[in-house]
């Protein structure tokens, strides 16, 4: 019997071995850890302009990664975005049944035009705020210009996709069950709750203590949660 598989949607500046600490946990899983353009194996290709853009090519590479039968999906914050703009591709797809369960983490459905508005100077300055106070960078590299100079680009071309994606207009209602993970200190929870709007079924929420990468804390009781959601 064929193993269930999970695919998975990192956060910006990210790549796909975000996911390895977890995938250790679930052994009786499959792990499809999809790669943007730009990033990790992929690091030679052109940056995506939109999500449109991104969403149509990871639905290439999903199809081609699709081996039929149960599957869930599973985004860290900016991969919740790219979730729900692959799962409205999905479920256009009439020869890709639906995912029996998704996985969004870290990110509350609410649009961040401000990011648009900002020079590059000021995204760069941003971005690296951001992402210091996500602790996303080893306090031994904060200073270190040799790594911003390679992921800086990485995280303002992700930023500036999140900048332009508008939750107003998604035009998605889903059935699909729903596991939601989050830190109150960085996603409240009056927030994430605005979930339901999109996933009108089942929809559970799980808190956790720490920053915005909380998995890297929590990944076995998270993984635990994902199994049971799986197996059930």
Same mark, same amino acid.
């Given at each position: 019997?064929?193993? !269930? ?10 790549? %796909?071995? =975000? ?25 030679? @290709? %052109? ?32 991969? !919740?975005? !790219?979730?729900? @703009? ?7 797809? +009439? ?13 509350? +459905? ?7 508005? =900002? ?47 508008? =939750? ?45 990468? =909380? ?18």
């Amino acid at each position: 019997m064929s193993k !269930t598989q999970l695919f998975c949607f990192s956060y910006a500046g990210g790549n %796909a071995s =975000f996911f390895d600490v977890i995938e250790k946990d679930m052994p009786d899983f499959a792990f499809v850890k999809l790669e943007y353009a730009g990033h990790g194996t992929r690091h030679r @290709e %052109a940056f995506y302009h939109d999500f449109e853009a991104l969403s149509t090519d990871l639905f290439l590479h999903f199809k081609d990664m699709y081996q039929g039968g149960a599957y869930a999906l599973f985004g860290y914050s900016m991969g !919740t975005i !790219t979730l729900v @703009e692959l799962l409205k591709k999905i479920i256009r797809e +009439p020869k890709i049944q639906n995912p029996c369960q998704v996985f969004l983490a870290a990110h509350e +459905p609410h649009s961040k035009a401000e990011l648009a508005e =900002f020079s590059d100077e000021q995204l760069d300055e941003w971005v690296k705020e951001k992402t210091i106070q996500f602790g996303g960078v080893p306090d031994k590299l904060i200073g270190n210009q040799s790594f911003w100079r390679m992921y800086l680009p990485l995280y303002r071309a992700d930023y500036s996709l999140i900048g332009k994606y508008k =939750f107003e207009e998604l035009n998605l209602v889903s059935d699909v069950p729903a596991t939601i993970f989050y830190s109150q200190t960085d996603t409240p929870r009056c927030e994430m709750e605005l979930w339901k709007k999109f996933f009108v079924g089942e929809c559970d929420y799980y808190v956790f203590e720490g920053n915005h990468f =909380f998995i890297q804390e929590h990944h076995q009781e998270i993984a635990q949660i994902m199994c049971a959601k799986l197996q059930s």
